[in-house]
């Protein structure tokens, strides 16, 4: 089977281990998938969705949690779609969350993106390798054949 090496970049971004997944190395997809988005969500969960993805006050670490792939826009919409609390008004936004909570979200989100780009890289290079299978294992380097 032909590989292509585009196309697995732009799986892996689309859903964190999709790519491996897509080059046959399941296993270590099935770990990358449950790693990233269980730490994007918990990270949304931990701080709010208002806090957490938040172009105007995270710019940077917005960048970093686009690595992400599309569950960051789902979020950034999500969060927009949302009521808020009326100017004059005094209740408490649900779905903001307050110092350090709120910090912390934002750094467990970027940590989600930014290790979907080492997914990403990964990813690309196990295309242009030759194929091999998981489980197989190099030869040490000072072995005789």
Partial sequence: MERSTPLAAVLAWLVPGLGHWYLGYRDRAIVFFVAITVT?????????????????????????????????????????????PSANSQSYDRYEASYPASDISVVYAGIAGLLNLLVIIDALARSEAPPRSEGARSPPSGARA
């Fill in 40 to 84: 994007f969500w918990g990270g949304v969960a931990l701080g709010g969705v208002r806090s957490t993805v938040n172009a105007g006050e995270n710019g940077p670490w917005l960048a970093a949690q686009l690595c992400a792939g599309p569950q960051t826009f789902a979020a950034l919409m999500w969060g927009k779609s949302l009521p808020r």
